[in-house]
């Protein structure tokens, strides 16, 4: 029986102030929170996570869970509420509940801790839920640099790869047109050199055309009286 009234008790505990549920509210994603502390957890973000399972929730819905309103307000009644003292942390050195929070050291202590010298002219809050949700924001702040970071690296390979590519167009590009232009400088020689060629041989032919003349004249002289007409 005591088991089941702790199990109960629990899920009446807010995940935030670790208190029981102060105007209760329910989320998209089915998870309970205090309307103060959800309001202060999404503070100032842009995108709105559940706390517990992350879940992102675009509309930021909040409905007043009243059964579990009525739940707490009969638990606090009844005094059914032993996990509550039980999650409060204690100082190890001096056993007093750790209600304070040191700014500076960004610690948990005792109010015979913030009267020491060491925190004597330290910043410090009452409420250990502050304290929790501060821890929260400055967490999700870490979570929201990370993913700055990891977007900026991205979009700068992504700008180096289009660098890259536009570099490598240019430089098919021009390997393309210097060959080209080779290409025509060695076709327009081979027309010159055919040009040469052809007419070398047009040259040869008639030269040997005109060499053939005479002796083929001269083989017409076959006797002496025929040399005598033809002189």
Request: aromatic share 6%; charged share 30%; glycine share 2%.
């Amino acid at each position: 029986m005591a088991s089941r009234l702790q199990s109960l008790t629990e899920e009446l505990i807010c995940p935030i102030c670790l208190d029981l549920f102060t105007d209760p509210v329910n989320l998209d994603c089915g998870h309970n929170f205090c309307r103060y502390c959800i309001s202060q957890s999404w503070e100032n973000k842009e995108s709105k996570a559940c706390p517990e399972c992350r879940t992102v929730l675009p509309n930021s819905n909040m409905r007043a869970n009243w059964a579990l309103a009525r739940m707490v307000e009969k638990t606090r009644k009844l005094s059914l509420a032993p996990v509550e003292t039980k999650r409060r942390l204690h100082c190890e050195e001096h056993q007093e509940e750790l209600k304070l929070f040191c700014e500076t050291d960004k610690k948990l202590m005792c109010v015979i801790c913030r009267d020491a010298r060491e925190h004597r002219h330290h910043s410090t809050r009452l409420s250990i839920g502050r304290s929790l949700i501060y821890f929260s924001v400055c967490l999700n702040k870490i979570f929201l640099t990370a993913d700055s970071l990891e977007n900026h690296i991205t979009a700068e390979f992504a700008k180096m790869h289009q660098s890259l590519t536009v570099r490598e167009q240019r430089v098919i590009r021009e390997l393309r047109q210097r060959e080209e232009e080779i290409l025509h400088r060695m076709e327009k020689n081979l027309r010159e050199i055919q040009s040469n060629l052809a007419s070398v041989q047009q040259k040869l032919r008639v030269t040997e055309t005109d060499g053939k003349r005479p002796e083929s004249h001269s083989l017409t002289v076959k006797q002496p009286s025929d040399f005598i007409d033809y002189l």
